[in-house]
């Protein structure tokens, strides 16, 4: 049996509290400016979620231990979390910003 064709089993993914506290924050700004656009982003989120917890490797690894990192698609977010022996957690939800050079 080739590697690749072996699915892993899914992992629960858990947010932290400061984690969907700025989840929340970002959702109810969104929402208040365009309701259907703050859908579009839950959809997006929640489609990483999915792939998160079937391919947990698939973030970056950041020069924490056992953190990584992952954009969440058209949203200009990422996902900071930690893969654990039996969850996923998700420690942060950022903005992404771009520095300008002065």
Same mark, same amino acid.
Request: overall charge positive; charged content about 20%; cysteine-free.
């Given at each position: 049996m080739c590697a690749?064709?072996?699915k892993q089993a899914n992992r629960t993914?858990?947010?932290s509290a400061?984690?969907?506290?700025?989840?929340?924050? $970002?959702?109810?700004?969104?929402?208040a400016q365009d309701y259907? $656009?703050?859908l579009l982003v839950l959809q997006?989120?929640?489609k990483v979620?999915?792939?998160?917890? $079937?391919?947990?490797?698939?973030?970056?690894?950041t020069y924490l231990p056992a953190?990584?990192?992952?954009?969440?698609?058209? $949203?200009?977010?990422?996902i900071e979390y930690r893969v654990t022996a039996n969850d996923i957690v998700i420690v942060r939800w950022?903005?992404?910003?771009?520095?300008?050079?002065t």
């Open positions: 690749a064709s072996v993914v858990r947010w400061a984690a969907q506290r700025a989840l929340d924050q $970002t959702m109810a700004h969104i929402n259907s $656009t703050g997006r989120v929640s979620i999915d792939l998160l917890s $079937t391919q947990p490797d698939i973030g970056t690894p953190l990584r990192r992952y954009p969440v698609p058209k $949203t200009g977010h990422t950022v903005r992404n910003v771009r520095i300008r050079k």
